[in-house]
């Protein structure tokens, strides 16, 4: 069974500061990754799919990258409403849909 | 646009089943796959399991396979969940989402429902 470990847990920063997070696989994934944001009392949002690539209207301070076990989420300057959890997401392993357990981006 | 409405929140006791329906529009249902997730209050999100509208190939995942069910009617365009065999520790919010098949991400999804066991 495929682990997603995504570090750090939570990431105190303030708005106009760099945001990056990680996520680990423990077997390769090729470059099936995707990115999900969730506010608090809404529903996730996909940000990125194929580890790279933006989904319809997400702005361009996200940006992603990687392969095979290695990923990251950048966000390039964070705004207010950026603060909120990230999940990772691997398909490689269809049909299975695990997720990492989340990095929570916090107003420091 | 594209909407997924999910059914409103339940109180059920234990031991009891509960089914959850996710109602879409602005897309062709019968194209895509529907997943399910399941998300236990202040935790992170966990696949349940994806259902194809066309064939009605069921993927679940193992933990959940004894005890849940999905399917779909492609005459209303609406996706439905039911778990059985509720305990305590099923009490999370579960969402519908568009799979978007073979190794493809969850691009739209449903606003949740609260499903709460407790007796």
């Known amino acids: 069974e495929i682990v997603l470990t995504q570090s750090p847990a939570t990431l105190s920063l303030s708005p106009g500061e760099r945001a990056t997070l990680s996520c680990r696989a423990s077997?390769?994934?090729?470059?099936?990754l995707a990115w999900y944001q969730q506010k608090p009392g809404q529903a996730p949002r996909l940000l990125i799919s194929?580890?790279?690539n933006r989904a319809t209207g997400i702005p361009a301070r996200f940006s992603g990258s990687g392969s095979e076990t290695d990923f990251t989420l950048t966000i390039s300057s964070l705004e207010p409403e950026d603060f909120a959890v990230y999940y990772c997401?691997?398909?490689?392993?269809?049909?299975?849909?695990?997720f990492g357990g989340g990095t929570k981006v916090e107003i420091k | 646009q594209i909407h997924l409405v999910q059914s409103g929140g339940e109180l059920k006791n234990p031991g009891a089943s509960v089914r959850v329906s996710c109602t879409v529009s602005?897309?062709?249902?019968?194209?895509?796959?529907m997943a399910w997730m399941r998300q236990v209050p202040g935790q992170g999100l966990q696949w349940l399991g994806s259902?194809?509208?066309?064939?009605?190939?069921?993927f679940y995942t193992q933990t959940f396979q004894s005890r849940l069910t999905l399917t779909t009617d492609p005459s209303t365009n609406t996706a439905f969940m039911e778990l059985q065999s509720l305990t305590v520790d099923d009490t999370a919010v579960f969402y519908c989402?568009?799979?978007?098949?073979?190794?493809?991400?969850?691009?739209?999804w449903g606003q949740g429902t609260l499903v709460t066991v407790s007796s």
């Open positions: 989402a568009r799979d978007r098949g073979v190794r493809g991400e969850f691009d739209h």
């Open positions: 602005g897309y062709n249902f019968s194209v895509y796959l």
């Open positions: 259902i194809s509208a066309a064939s009605g190939q069921k």
């Open positions: 077997q390769s994934v090729s470059d099936y």
């Open positions: 194929r580890a790279s």
């Open positions: 997401q691997e398909r490689r392993h269809w049909p299975s849909g695990t």
